[in-house]
């Protein structure tokens, strides 16, 4: 959520108003706290919070807080695409790179393949012949077993049981580093 601080007819000041004709209203509440707002424009939203200013001119409110990084990103795409020219350039937090995008989809695959059980792969070799090492033959049990594909497999299905258990948390902050999950507890 971004807190803009609104004082109308501030001199040198930019208005709220303005910036909002560049945004399709979804959402418009008035509360306590102040005006909560819900825009949309190209593919993306933002939730908005107008509040009276605390002191000085209008401006970005943005509270130090574990969000620091993803509200400060926010407001700067706001910002920036409310421009009459302007689009959001900095969008490195609300896009994965095509590796993140690669790894979250084959974590998810992990993990349905786990729930369904409609589905026949049901052991961690299958998980991985089907979904990690597509087709791959890893020989006898023995030679699987002292792989580096076991281990592999071990380490994403891992991975992936503690994005259930939490981790997405840290994805939608934007501070998902890599991280070695043993067991249920995790460690960098």
Partial sequence: MIIFQNKPGD???VPIQPMLE?????QDRFTSEGRHLVLENRNRRHRLLITPPYSGGSGYFIPRDPWFRTRLAAAEA?????????RAKSH???YPT????????????ILDAMRRPDKDFTTMRDIAQKII????????????????HRRQTQRLINEARHLVNGGYRLLLKGTMQHQ?????????
């Fill in 11 to 13: 001199s040198g000041q």
């Fill in 22 to 26: 560049h945004y399709d209203l979804l």
């Fill in 78 to 86: 706001f910002e920036m695409s409310s421009a009459p020219t302007g």
């Fill in 92 to 94: 490195t937090v609300f």
């Fill in 98 to 109: 095509a590796y993140q995008t690669h790894r979250l989809t084959l974590l998810l695959n």
């Fill in 133 to 148: 090492y597509r087709d791959a033959d890893f020989g006898r049990a023995i030679e699987w077993k002292s792989s580096s």
């Fill in 180 to 188: 070695r999950c043993v067991g249920d507890v995790q460690t960098k």
